[in-house]
Nanobody, 126 residues
Framework: QVQLVESGGGLVQAGGSLRLSCAAS???????MGWFRQAPGKEREFVAV????????YYADSVKGRFTISRDNAKNTVSLQMNSLKPEDTAVYYC????????????????????WGKGTLVTVSS
C-alpha cells in the first residue's frame, strides 16, 4: 500500500509563490507522480507529472512556464513550485502516483491514477 501526504498549501497574493510537497510512503518503487487540482464546482484537472527518473515531465498549458515539478527519490518526495500565482490557480491540490506518466495523466479513469493524497488547499487572492 502507498500513502501520499501533501503539504505547503495556504493563502498567497496574486503574483506570489508557494511550494507544495508530497511525501510518499509504502511501496513506491518506479512510480511516476504528479499533481492535480480541483476548484469549487469544477472537475479535477491535471496540473503536472514527472517520471520516476525525472527525465520526463508534462504540464497543463495553464501552468506551463509558471509551475515546476521535481522529485527526490532518496526522500520519497515530489514538489510543485508555483510562481506567478493567479486567482484562477485557487484549488485543492492533490498528489497522485501510478506506474507511468501516461497512467497518472489518466486521472480518475479506469486505467488512471493508482494512489491519491487527500489534498492541500491553495488560495490565491487578488
Amino acid at each position: 500500500q502507498v500513502q501520499l501526504v501533501e503539504s505547503g498549501g495556504g493563502l498567497v497574493q496574486a503574483g506570489g509563490s508557494l511550494r507544495l510537497s508530497c511525501a510518499a510512503s509504502g511501496r513506491t518503487f518506479s512510480f511516476a507522480m504528479g499533481w492535480f487540482r480541483q476548484a469549487p464546482g469544477k472537475e479535477r484537472e491535471f496540473v503536472a507529472v514527472i517520471s520516476w527518473s525525472g527525465a520526463t515531465t508534462y504540464y497543463a498549458d495553464s501552468v506551463k512556464g509558471r509551475f515546476t515539478i521535481s522529485r527526490d527519490n532518496a526522500k520519497n518526495t515530489v514538489s510543485l513550485q508555483m510562481n506567478s500565482l493567479k486567482p484562477e490557480d485557487t484549488a485543492v491540490y492533490y498528489c497522485a502516483a501510478g506506474s507511468t506518466t501516461a497512467q497518472v495523466m489518466g486521472g480518475r479513469g479506469n486505467y488512471g491514477v493508482d494512489y491519491w493524497g487527500k489534498g492541500t488547499l491553495v488560495t490565491v487572492s487578488s
